[in-house]
């Protein structure tokens, strides 16, 4: 079946440490996007992706890097810079005809600081 | 910008009554809308979506919601809740800047109570 694999399920991270959320997709979709989740704040965009080797920043970008080299693949990068990374991650994908597909999810990946 | 409210944080429901979830947006020309379902520790699945035509969409697990325009709101209903129905509910309106990007409401969690 096709669908969205995030892993790992749990990740935790050290005081000034980088960590790298993982997200492969077997939709053949072109969009991809990282969204944070905090308890009361619905999901907020950090960044996403329309094309391969093409990223733009969401609304919290601050803190967070991403790469696009492959069409399934769209890996996070929490880094040091971000003070507050303690949430739920969620990558999301769809296609881009009509720009107005919905988008599908993977399950998420939930960062906590040691 | 377009932005969601969802004013209600929690809803209590008794299972086999019926449930409204109100979701007003701002959007400054037709809106294209969606209601996704979350389960605790998941990723988000799309129970409708609403892109012109009828205002009254059905979706999946017995849920529909009506568009109205003059009350910039698109309210999800289902006549009848089961206790696999308590989630956290999530409506959104997809962007207008030409990417196909979604801003959320900060979600609506559903109790059914016995």
């Known amino acids: 079946d096709g669908g969205i694999t995030q892993s790992p399920k749990y990740l935790f991270r050290k005081e000034g440490q980088n960590v790298t959320l993982s997200c492969e997709q077997n939709?053949?979709?072109?969009?991809m996007y990282w969204y944070r989740q905090d308890p009361g704040q619905g999901l907020r965009l950090i960044y996403y992706?329309?094309?391969?080797?093409?990223?733009q920043k969401g609304d919290i970008a601050e803190g967070y890097s991403v790469s696009r080299e492959k069409k399934e693949s769209f890996p996070l990068t929490v880094t040091s810079a971000q003070k507050n990374p303690t949430a739920f991650y969620l990558c999301a994908s769809s296609p881009l005809t009509g720009g107005t597909q919905p988008q599908h999810f993977g399950d998420g990946t939930r960062l906590s600081i040691l | 910008a377009q932005s969601v409210t969802q004013p209600d944080i929690h809803i209590t429901v008794s299972e086999g009554a019926s449930l409204e979830l109100r979701c007003n947006y701002s959007?400054?020309?037709?809106?294209?809308l969606f209601w996704y379902v979350q389960s605790p520790g998941q990723g988000l699945q799309l129970l409708l979506k609403y892109f012109s035509g009828d205002t009254l969409v059905q979706g999946i697990k017995g849920f529909e919601a009506e568009f109205k325009r003059s009350q910039s709101s698109f309210n999800l209903r289902k006549p009848s809740v089961h206790w696999s129905d308590a989630a956290g509910y999530f409506c959104?309106?997809?962007?207008?800047?030409?990417?196909?990007?979604?801003?959320f409401g900060k979600g609506t969690m559903l109790l059914v109570s016995p």
């Open positions: 959007y400054g020309a037709t809106p294209y």
């Open positions: 992706s329309q094309i391969v080797n093409d990223f």
């Open positions: 959104a309106v997809l962007s207008n800047s030409g990417y196909s990007t979604l801003t």
């Open positions: 939709l053949n979709h072109d969009a």
